[in-house]
């Protein structure tokens, strides 16, 4: 197995309370990474997150990221606690069911997607944005955003989630443009379903056998196999695949 060293290296990961995030967060502390584990409404689940990682010098931080002025002030205050940010991983995000078949009263299906809009597109904007400055002054970084693969192939449900991502794919895109002069990379990974709290429901029977068999390897993917995505995609070996949007769905969707 290649030892990945991220000594010396900082990186912040939004939403590593639990899911992707948490295990994001334990792989950089396991590669020596000082790490920045930030948290909205869960402050418990953040703490246990923290307590986890190996290594010193790591912190806590609380943020809500449908405020992107809290989202560009939680990457100053994590770089005011760390000393600078070498990676920023954007893996915030909520999927909340509000489907255009009438069932919900409008003004609640407007507050739920513009919710899921901020979330997931408009505080990664803000944290990206934030996290640039800083990188260009230090001459190098990476960003990692956290797509999905209903970006692709619809979210009938949900359908400010599968705007937001395919908005978070092209905004990955556009900014490894604009900042690979600055040495500064931008990435995007595009898993499908994922065994965690908030697809659990999800892969419940046999709705999610049918999920599972989606993909000819037949399950889906673990919060480990994400992470160690995210942990490759912020390598120096990754460096030139800037701009990739990476698919992680196991073939259960081919574009």
């Known amino acids: 197995m290649v030892t990945i060293d991220f000594s010396k290296k900082t990186v912040l990961v939004t939403g590593s309370s639990k899911g992707v995030g948490a295990a994001t967060a334990r792989l950089f502390a396991e590669a020596g990474a000082r790490v920045c584990v930030h948290y909205h409404r869960d402050l418990e689940g953040a703490k246990e997150v923290l307590a986890s990682l190996p290594g ?6 609380q943020a809500n990221l449908t405020d992107p002025n809290a989202a560009r002030l939680l990457v100053d205050s994590a770089v005011m606690k760390l000393g600078r940010l070498d990676v920023l991983v954007n893996n915030a ?3 909340r069911p509000h489907p255009v078949d009438g069932s919900m009263p409008f003004d609640e299906w407007l507050k739920t997607f513009n919710e899921t809009i901020q979330t997931n597109l408009v505080g990664p904007a803000a944290t990206a944005y934030t996290a640039i400055q800083h990188m260009r002054r230090q001459g190098s970084g990476a960003i990692i955003n956290v797509g999905s693969r209903g970006a692709f192939r619809g979210e009938a449900g949900q359908v400010g989630y599968g705007a937001a991502k395919a908005g978070l794919h ?4 556009s900014l ?3 900042v690979g002069g600055d040495h500064i990379t931008v990435h995007a990974i595009a898993p499908g379903f994922i065994e965690t709290a908030m697809a659990r429901p999800h892969l419940q029977g046999a709705a999610g056998e049918a999920v599972k068999a989606q993909s000819p390897l037949n399950r889906v993917a673990t919060v480990v196999e994400v992470a160690r995505a995210i942990l490759y995609l912020a390598t120096p070996e990754a460096k030139f695949t800037t701009g990739a949007v990476l698919d992680f769905n196991g073939a259960s969707y081919l574009r």
Do not use: K, P, Y
Not at 170 to 173: D, K
């Open 93 to 95: 995000g909520v999927f």
């Open 176 to 178: 490894a443009q604009a």
């Open 170 to 173: 092209a905004l990955s895109q």
């Open 56 to 61: 010193a010098g790591h912190c806590l931080l």
